[in-house]
């Protein structure tokens, strides 16, 4: 690999440790405040939602300017939605302002690899930088949960500048203000991430930027390779987006967990997403990443398992196991999602058209769960109801598959044999 692809990784590191040591304190904010459970559900589909009604603006943003200026710029975007949580912001608005940072930061993290390196090592790379993605994650919820502790927020809350009163009064308060800090650590590395040489593209007028997108996300839907690995990691982060509260609120329920305890669960579930990643990253490659499409269905009903569980000494390798089935989903689909996004349009967009899709889908999926809670559904029920969703979905995305590989065998072939010499 090249230097510049682990300056990417470092600064990619260190953004999603701030963003999931974040969740966990809003999580804690929001309950210490007396908001209902439905308001912690939606901080997940709040964090999607600028990626979902800016994806055509920021696939173009990324492929206009060299990508470290845009993670950059979009660092100081989270840190301003840290600063508004702070400050009199209602959680779920300034959450949805760090989604706006992280809606602009993923196409460029993404993008740049592809510019960066061939297409032999984009499935190498999409498992180290998952892998650490997934690090990232397991440190991060573990760092929030340490900072909104009695210990470590005694010391944070003890801490006083003289002559200088912060307004900052609470365990979660303390440990946002600390994520500031670590986002301004990955902002030193995007001042390090080289410039790839290739050429900038300029941004459409108004009236050919949202048509544009749309024939992008047309283009990516109708290929037959794209509108599996698509549909498949679609779904994925879909879950993975939302299983993050889904734990905290089966760990309450089923072993009488606080916050800071939970999401301790929530690494192990990191923990096993990364060891499936890495083992695709080594196993599979592009030409053979439909193989693994079976084990969404897995993922589906593993996560309705769940509810059965109440000693966590049992919830810990099952927790694992559930991880391990979608990280080993996830590769192998993504960096061939990346592959064709690549084959038919500018990287940034291809991206911004995967964000899109993806982050529907966590919305989606996230205001499901919420609204079942806000009707007075338990976390059990409404997990059934999630995790059934997940099976179905999954089993008809095979069916799709199953179907092209009978009725279009002549253009899967073709496109797997463009895979296949991409390796070399």
């Known amino acids: 690999m090249q230097r510049g692809f682990y300056t990417i990784m470092s600064a990619q590191f260190f953004s999603s440790l701030a963003d999931n040591a974040l969740f966990v304190a809003a999580v804690e904010?929001?309950?210490?405040?007396?908001?209902?459970?439905?308001?912690?559900?939606?901080?997940?589909?709040?964090?999607?939602?600028?990626?979902?009604?800016?994806?055509?603006?920021?696939?173009?943003?990324?492929?206009?300017?060299?990508k470290g200026k845009v993670m950059l710029v979009s660092n100081a975007i989270k840190v301003i939605g840290c600063l508004a949580m702070l400050f009199g912001s209602h959680p779920l608005l300034a959450y949805a302002i760090v989604g706006l940072g992280a809606a602009a930061y993923s196409p460029a993290k993404y993008?740049?690899?592809?510019?960066?390196?061939?297409?032999?090592?984009?499935?190498?790379?999409?498992?180290?930088?998952?892998?650490?993605?997934?690090?990232?994650?397991?440190?991060?919820?573990?760092?929030?949960?340490?900072?909104?502790?009695?210990k470590i927020s005694a010391m944070l809350l003890g801490f006083d500048i003289p002559g200088f009163e912060s307004g900052i009064d609470t365990p979660p308060e303390a440990a946002i203000a600390s994520m500031i800090f670590v986002y301004i650590i990955a902002a030193a590395f995007n001042l390090r991430i080289p410039h790839?040489?290739?050429?900038?593209?300029?941004?459409?007028?108004?009236?050919?930027?949202?048509?544009?997108?749309?024939?992008?996300?047309?283009?990516?839907?109708?290929?037959?390779?794209?509108?599996?690995?698509?549909?498949?990691?679609?779904?994925?982060?879909g879950v993975a987006g939302n299983l993050r509260y889904i734990v905290l609120a089966?760990?309450?329920a089923a072993l009488a967990y606080d916050t800071a305890t939970a999401s301790k669960l929530v690494g192990v579930v990191a923990i096993g997403t990364a060891i499936g990643a890495v083992f695709a990253s080594m196993k599979s490659s592009l030409d053979r990443a439909t193989n693994v499409i079976p084990l969404g269905i897995g993922m589906g009903l593993t996560v309705?398992?769940?509810?059965?569980?109440?000693?966590?000494?049992?919830?810990?390798?099952?927790?694992?196991?559930?991880?391990?089935?979608?990280?080993?989903?996830?590769?192998?689909?993504?960096?061939?999602?990346?592959?064709?996004?690549?084959?038919?349009?500018?990287?940034?967009?291809?991206?911004a058209v995967q964000n899109f899709n993806e982050q529907a889908c966590i919305l989606g999926l996230g205001a499901f769960y919420?609204?079942?809670?806000?009707?007075?559904?338990?976390?059990?029920?409404?997990?059934?109801?999630?995790?059934?969703?997940?099976?179905?979905?999954m089993f008809f995305i095979r069916r799709w598959h199953e179907s092209n590989k009978l009725h279009h065998k002549a253009e899967l072939d073709r496109l797997l044999a463009i895979a296949r010499s991409d390796k070399h």
């Open 370 to 393: 919420a609204l079942l809670t806000g009707l007075g559904m338990s976390a059990f029920g409404a997990i059934t109801m999630f995790g059934l969703v997940v099976a179905i979905t």
């Open 29 to 66: 904010l929001l309950r210490t405040g007396g908001a209902p459970e439905w308001q912690r559900a939606a901080l997940v589909p709040m964090f999607a939602f600028f990626y979902v009604v800016l994806a055509p603006l920021v696939g173009a943003f990324a492929d206009r300017y060299p």
């Open 111 to 150: 993008g740049i690899l592809t510019e960066l390196l061939p297409p032999s090592q984009l499935v190498k790379a999409n498992g180290w930088i998952e892998g650490l993605t997934i690090g990232s994650i397991i440190l991060g919820v573990l760092l929030g949960g340490i900072l909104i502790g009695p």
């Open 196 to 237: 790839t040489g290739v050429a900038m593209q300029p941004i459409p007028d108004a009236k050919h930027l949202f048509p544009e997108f749309w024939d992008c996300n047309r283009r990516l839907w109708r290929d037959k390779l794209g509108q599996i690995s698509l549909a498949t990691t679609t779904l994925f982060w």
């Open 304 to 351: 309705i398992l769940m509810i059965f569980i109440s000693d966590v000494k049992i919830a810990i390798p099952f927790l694992i196991l559930l991880g391990a089935l979608g990280g080993y989903l996830v590769v192998p689909m993504n960096a061939l999602l990346q592959h064709r996004g690549h084959m038919l349009m500018g990287a940034g967009r291809s991206i």
């Open 250 to 252: 089966w760990a309450a």
